[in-house]
Structures are given as C-alpha cells and as structure tokens.
C-alpha cells in the first residue's frame, strides 16, 4: 500500500474532536474519506495509530523515511525521484528528504499542525501521528485528532538521554500512551558499542520507572543505514532483540473504545432539506437507531431516528467509535456543538469543577485565578484556575505542594495537579475510563498553552454523575410573566465596598415596587450571614458564594420575579459564569463605579480602616484585586451622579429587556 500524508480538513468544516462528520463532496479528498479516492482502503478506526517523539536532531524525520521504505509503504517510484533530485542538486540523499517530499505533495493550502502518515506491514495497517512540537503534539493528542495507542521515543546514541527526552516521556505518561519503545538511534556515530547502548538503556529505564512507564523494548537502530529497523545488519550482532518492524507489531489495541458507554460529542447542528442533523465523531461506544440517549450538559433526551453518512445511500443500521455519522432524532430538541450524546443510564459526569493534572507549555506561567479559555472534546468555555495544588519540574521530577497563603505557579514544562472552574458545565469523563473526554486543553490569548487529562476522586464520581434530573412544573414562565405583566430579570450590581451599590439597589427595588412588580433585593451580607454562612473570603470561596448567589438569581428570573442582587463579585469570570445560567438578554450586569478614595472616604461600614490595619485579609480594592466588567449593560459613575439619576438608568435599561409575551411599561 502506497503512503499517504493526510491533511486536516478547511477550518470552516473541521471539528476540534477529529474527522469532522459532515462536510461538502469537494472536500473528501483532503480527508480520505470518499471511497473513490482510494486514500483509505482500511477503514481509520482500524488503524493502529502510533506516534514518533524525540529530541531535535535525534533523527525522527530520518526514521521514519527509512520506516516507509522499508516497508515497502512509499508511492511507485518516490525513493527514484527524490534520490534522482539529490543527485541533480549535487547533495547526499537523506531519508528524511522522503518524508519532506510527501509533505510537500499534499500541500492543499490548508494551515495545519499535524499530518497522518500511513503505511503497512504484512500483519497490519498503520497512520504515524507526527507533529512537529510539544505544542502541536498536545493538541492534536488531547483533541482526539492524533489519539496514539503507542509510541516510539528515539535517543542519539552520543548525545543520550536530554531534557527534552524526559519531558517527551512524561508528556507520554500524562496522556496515558503507555506502550513504548524507545530507539536508541546513530549507533555507528557510537561504533556500534553494545556498553553505550546498555549505558543509555540503564539511565532511562530508572526515569521511566519515576513515571509509571516501562517499555516494552529498547532497540538499538541505525536509521540512516536502515539497520534494526526491517532486517538486521551485520554492524550489530550483539542484539537478539526484535526489530522495529516486530516490536511494532507486537503492540496491543490497549483501549477498545467500541464497548464503551456511547460518547458522541457534537460538532454542529446542520439543517438539511427539512431535517435537523446532529453531526459528530463517535468517541467511544455505539450508537444504532432507536437508542435513547441524553445529551450533556443540559439534559436533554431523546431517541435516535437514523443514522446517516456521507456516501451512504441508505441510512446506517449502526456506527461505532471512530466513525463520524449524523443522527436525526424522533424529537425536536434544541442542543448545540459541545453537548455530547451518551446512554440515558450511562451518562458522563457534568461539572463547573474540573480536578486534573496539566502538562505547562505557555510563555507566562500559569496562575490562580487567572482566566483561560478550555478545550474538551468539542466544548469550549471560559474558566479559571481556582487552586494549583502541586507543581512537579519536568526534568528532576522534584514537586512543590500547595501552602496556606502562599500561591503556586505554573512555569512552562512543568506538571501540575490543578482544580479549574468552568465558566459554564462541562461534560466529561475520568481519563482512566473513557480517555477521549478525559483529556483538555488550556489556551491562554488564543494560544495552546497546556493541557492534559480530567481525574476523578472515586468519593466524589456520584456527586457528578449526571443522573441528577432537574424537575419541571405545570406553571412556565411565560404564564408567570403574562401573569406579573413583566418579563423576569436579574439586575446584577457590582463594584467596591462602598460604590453605593446598596444604596441604589434599595431606592430601586422601592421604585419598582410602587410601580406594581414582581421584584425582590437580595444583598452580598444577607448571603453571608445565611445561606453562605458557611463561606469564607478566600479566592475559591469568594467564586462560590458568587456561584450560589447566581443559582438564586436563575431561579427567581424563572419565576418570573426581577431580581436586584448587590455584591461585590470582583471576579469577571464568576459574573459571566453567572450570566452564561440566566437566559440571553435577561441578565443586566451593572458596574457601579466609583474611584478607590472616594469608596474609601464614605467607608460606611468602617472596612477600609480595618483593612488598611490590617485587620481584615483579603479586601477588595485593598489586599485583593477588583476585576472591573468588560463590557456591563450599564456603568453608573456613582461619584459624579445622584441616586435618582443612577436609579433612572437602570429603570431605562430593565424597559429595554425583550418581552415577546407580554406588552409592558414602567
């Protein structure tokens, strides 16, 4: 079988969880996936993916030339043409210049990361991930877009184990790739030493025991003279061992992924002739027509009508993981890209709160209560680091754990037990159970900075089970608002202590009272006193108690009541978390603004004293930061207006609140 290189598909078509499930006729060249391309005569899912690491100029692209030659896996007279070029440019041929040359034929002027490059031996079909950095590598693994059974990591024989060798193998280890053999390559710059080789093999077999990895070969090669690779030398009669070619096809399907619970994360919705398709790559498990499965997060049921693919004439009668199929539903629903399908008694885990463990690659360090943006599977939302509970240093292996009033960081290629909160749920999975939606990435300015895998404490797996089915009553919302003559609503006022946010919280709800509306005043001191008495001002219970206070606002702009809530919430990510809960164009965040000095000089409860004693730890716009809102509904300079004019503008914004229901005025 000839090699092929394969391609990502366009950006506008791509899925961040692998080969996309729908996309225009055009286009199936790119991806292979048109019978009559002849690209995949196995089926992908059948492939045995491995992945190809080591250090810069240890000789991977050299290898892995030599792997398709030897295997016979290269296009009818590529090895001629690229040596007839050497010779024509007056240059020594390299294998290397094998694998440049199939890049360069399958240029599509697509932008791209990673590459997929197929080839055989007698026993089976294989597709090696390659990438061409840390950066890509986690990506691509993480995604789902290069998810490799097994690996080869290579050495040079002269220059031996280097850091990047280290941090190649805990990447491996934290991503779960535990088959590995490890290539001890440019053994004739070692003139073939067995004692270098033995050398090399003791040093990095004791690193790999610290990290739970024991490999399944050492192998000594020379690439470049194809030596160990499909047959034997006579440099190196010393080794017994197997070749590469054997060892490789000594490697195990580890993950069998077709009888797992259903994961199907969706990549969009399409409408198409008068159907609603739900398209999306299986990730682990089967799905067939009449299954009833839930969509996460969210909650939403429904049973399986057909499945369809592109190609097929008449609709499938079953997909499995790997494949990537469109469903149609008995019922209308309403779900979009990132809720994933899975059995209605076997649902994944749904959560704000992510306990994982993050390989760092950004430029500036990782940091609590910073905001990122999270990748899994197809979700994407906002989040922030809530707690770094252990830093590990990727080369010495040595750990630093978290202290009591002393803040972690994360520096780029080190490890890290790390809790995140999530702008909005997330569904996922234990990476030890279901892998595909056990590993994320973290991008920091639009960039992949980390990422790594999802871990779930077995104490804790039934809270976050999603079997948990929130209860609907026979009264809606609409019939509450028609009835109140009002839409719900929840007016959000933050700013410093002693912005006036009470002040005009007060003087509103009066206003919108006398005027006949459903409304009701809850302050940050009345939580803290109640319902969140139990809270204290750290940065994670400062983002709970904001959290609960949001649960409450949702609830009462479901009832149909407007809600005026005053905290506080210096945190941008928790008010969005917040506005992310209540309907669109329900939520008005108002920034009640007022400069440090003057709050200060009001100081109305006396706190600023006492903080700026040192009597009070953790105060906003003293010992702790205030986050002002990006973009809020409404900014109230409190310093500069009256309360009634603030007042007015809010009562302003609250009338331009949609209300297709009901016919309102205040």
């Not at 292979?32 to 089926?43: M, N, Q, S, Y």
């Not at 989040?383 to 252990?390: G, K, N, P, Q, T």
């Not at 919108?512 to 139990?534: H, K």
């Amino acid at each position: 079988m000839s090699a092929q290189v394969l391609k990502e598909p366009p950006a506008q078509y791509a899925a961040t969880s692998g080969t996309p499930a729908f996309f225009p006729r055009e286009h199936t060249a790119a991806l292979g996936g048109a019978k009559e391309t002849g690209l995949l005569p196995v089926p992908e899912k059948d492939r045995f993916y491995i992945v190809v690491v080591g250090h810069v100029d240890h000789g991977k692209s050299t290898f892995v030339g030599r792997l398709l030659a030897d295997t016979d896996s290269l296009p009818d007279g590529k090895l001629a043409q690229v040596q007839k070029a050497c010779a024509a440019e007056n240059m020594d041929f390299e294998y290397a210049f094998l694998l440049d040359a199939l890049l360069e034929e399958q240029e599509q002027n697509i932008t791209i990361d990673t590459t997929r490059i197929l080839f055989s031996t007698r026993q089976r079909d294989y597709a090696i991930i390659d990438a061409p950095g840390h950066r890509e590598f986690l990506k691509n693994m993480v995604t789902g877009a290069a998810s490799a059974s097994a690996a080869f990591l290579l050495i040079d024989s002269r220059e031996g184990v280097q850091d990047q060798s280290r941090r190649h193998a805990l990447l491996l280890s934290l991503l779960g790739v535990k088959q590995l053999i490890v290539l001890v390559n440019k053994m004739d710059l070692s003139d073939y030493s067995e004692a270098r080789f033995q050398e090399i093999e003791k040093e990095y077999t004791a690193f790999l025991a610290t990290l739970g990895l024991t490999p399944q070969h050492f192998i000594p090669i020379t690439a470049r003279h194809g030596e160990n690779i499909a047959g034997r030398g006579d440099k190196m009669t010393w080794w017994k061992g197997p070749t590469v070619v054997e060892a490789l096809d000594g490697f195990t399907n580890t993950e069998v992924l077709d009888d797992k619970p259903l994961r199907l994360p969706l990549q969009d919705v399409y409408r198409w002739d008068d159907r609603r398709i739900f398209a999306g790559r299986i990730e682990a498990g089967r799905v067939r027509p009449g299954d009833k499965i839930v969509f996460q997060p969210g909650n939403k049921t429904a049973t399986v009508k057909a499945l369809e693919a592109w190609g097929a004439e008449i609709p499938l009668a079953s997909a499995v993981a790997g494949e990537s199929v469109g469903l149609t539903l008995e019922e209308q629903i309403f779900v979009e890209r990132g809720a994933v399908a899975a059995p209605a008694e076997q649902p994944p885990f749904v959560t704000q709160e992510l306990a994982a463990r993050i390989f760092w690659l950004g430029k500036e360090p990782l940091r609590q209560q910073r905001t990122y943006r999270l990748r899994l599977a197809t979700q994407e939302t906002s989040c922030v680091i809530s707690r770094i509970d252990r830093v590990v240093d990727s080369v010495s292996l040595a750990s630093t754990q978290s202290k009591e009033g002393h803040s972690l960081e994360v520096a780029r290629h080190e490890v890290a037990d790390i809790v995140i909160r999530t702008q909005k749920p997330v569904a996922f999975d234990s990476y030890d159970a279901i892998s595909p939606l056990g590993r994320f990435v973290l991008l920091d300015n639009q960039q992949i900075a980390g990422g790594g895998i999802l871990l779930v404490d077995e104490k804790k797996a039934e809270q976050l089970r999603s079997h948990l089915h929130p209860t609907t009553g026979k009264v809606d919302r609409r019939a509450r608002e028609v009835r109140n003559g009002h839409p719900g609503a929840v007016v959000w006022l933050t700013g410093l202590s002693g912005s006036g946010k009470s002040t005009i919280a007060g003087e509103l709800e009066r206003q919108l009272f006398d005027l006949g509306r459903q409304v009701y005043w809850i302050d940050g001191d009345n939580l803290r006193l109640g319902l969140n008495s139990d809270l204290g001002f750290s940065e994670e219970d400062r983002a709970e108690n904001i959290r609960r206070a949001g649960e409450i606002a949702r609830h009462f702009a479901d009832a149909g009541t407007i809600l005026i809530i005053s905290l506080i919430s210096p945190s941008n990510a928790s008010r969005n978390a917040v506005r992310e809960r209540v309907e669109k164009g329900r939520f008005i965040e108002v920034f009640v603004n007022s400069p440090l000095e003057v709050c200060a000089q009001r100081d109305p409860k006396g706190l600023y004293a006492k903080a700026k004693a040192g009597e009070i730890q953790n105060f906003t716009g003293i010992s702790a930061p205030y986050e002002s809102p990006d973009e809020p509904e409404l900014e109230l300079r409190t310093d500069l207006q009256s309360v009634e004019e603030c007042v007015a503008q809010v009562l302003e914004k609250i009338r331009s609140i949609p209300s297709p229901e009901v016919d309102w005025t205040i």
